[in-house]
C-alpha cells in the first residue's frame, strides 16, 4: 500500500474573490444610486440579475420581471 504523503505546514496563501458589492452602488454627482435589493433582507443585500428575474442569494427571494404571466388556479 502507497503511503499518502502529507504536506505540512503554511499552505501557499491564494488570493481569495473579494466582494462585488461596490460595483452594486454608483455615485452620480452627490447621488449615490443603489441597484435593486431584496425587500425581505433589506438594503445592503442586493438582488442577482438573470435573463427574466432577480434572486437574492440570502433568502432565495425571487422576482420575476419580463412577462407577468400569472399561473391559473385550477
Ligand atoms: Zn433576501
Not at 499552505?11 to 447621488?31: F, L, R, V
Not at 435593486?36 to 428575474?53: E, H, N, Q, T, V
Amino acid at each position: 500500500m502507497p503511503r499518502k504523503i502529507i504536506k505540512k505546514g503554511k499552505k501557499p496563501h491564494k488570493n481569495k474573490p473579494t466582494s462585488k458589492k461596490y460595483t452594486k452602488y454608483k455615485i452620480e454627482g452627490d447621488k449615490i444610486t443603489r441597484e435593486r435589493s431584496c425587500p425581505r433582507c433589506g438594503p445592503g443585500i442586493f438582488l442577482m440579475k438573470a435573463k427574466d428575474r432577480l434572486y437574492c442569494g440570502r433568502c432565495h427571494y425571487s422576482e420575476f420581471q419580463s412577462k407577468k404571466e400569472v399561473a391559473p388556479k385550477a
